[in-house]
T-cell receptor, first 114, second 114 residues
């Protein structure tokens, strides 16, 4: 679990706030991912980055803005969120995309939007 | 198109008895298949993966899974449940191509009865 770290672990924000989630991987991987995990719903893949380039955006609202300055760091910038955005946000990394590479997950950030 | 179905949302077994968590998949290509475990307030941890080698895959903590192409199944088993196995388990299918999609099942919560 220490291979992928996420900060903060818990975040409470109002709908007009701006905040950022941070993810760092210490595994030398090339691909990084953001997932949203809501109660009673399957894990939702939000964004995928490979070698700092975004390769996938699964119709995520623009109030979520990812940033990947290098292969080790991934951010999720949040602004004007809605209460339904409250969830556990998980970051993951993998050696590369596709062909059987498993993902390593961080512990998540529990986000509450009030 | 790919999909994955975890047939039970909750499974309860007594400590020391066998565990069976069921997963069926559909994929137009030979898939890679994974099982992950998530303990409360933690990220997901890889239990095991199938990527086209042996159809019986052994993972951590005594878990194993068998890839059965004819039944399109990848069920997770353990001979003897331990209290520490109580968690949520996710079956994942990943198309074995570079432009892959990662599909998570809805999860099965495993309860261990003393």
């Amino acid at each position: 679990e220490t291979g992928v770290t996420q900060t903060p672990r818990h975040l409470v924000m109002g709908m007009t706030n701006k905040k950022s989630l941070k993810c760092e991987q210490h595994l030398g991987h090339n691909a990084m991912y953001w997932y949203k995990q809501s109660a009673k719903k399957p894990l939702e893949l939000m964004f995928v980055y490979n070698f700092k380039e975004q390769t996938e955006n699964n119709s995520v609202p623009s109030r979520f803005s990812p940033e990947c300055p290098n292969s080790s760091h991934l951010f999720l910038h949040l602004h004007t969120l809605q209460p339904e955005d409250s969830a556990l946000y998980l970051c993951a990394s993998s050696q590369d995309l596709g062909t059987g590479y498993e993902q390593y997950f961080g512990p998540g950030t529990r986000l509450t939007v009030t | 198109a790919q999909s994955v179905t975890q047939l039970d949302s909750h499974v309860s077994v007594s400590e020391g008895t066998p565990v069976l968590l069921r997963c069926n998949y559909s994929s137009s290509y030979s898939p890679s298949l994974f099982w992950y475990v998530q303990h409360p307030n933690k990220g997901l941890q890889l239990l095991l993966k199938y990527t086209s080698a042996a159809t019986l895959v052994k993972g951590i903590n005594g878990f194993e899974a068998e890839f059965k192409k004819s039944e399109t199944s990848f069920h997770l088993t353990k001979p003897s449940a331990h209290m520490s196995d109580a968690a949520e388990y996710f079956c994942v299918v990943r198309k074995r191509r570079r432009d892959d999609k990662i599909i998570f099942g809805k999860g099965t919560r495993l309860h261990i009865l003393p």
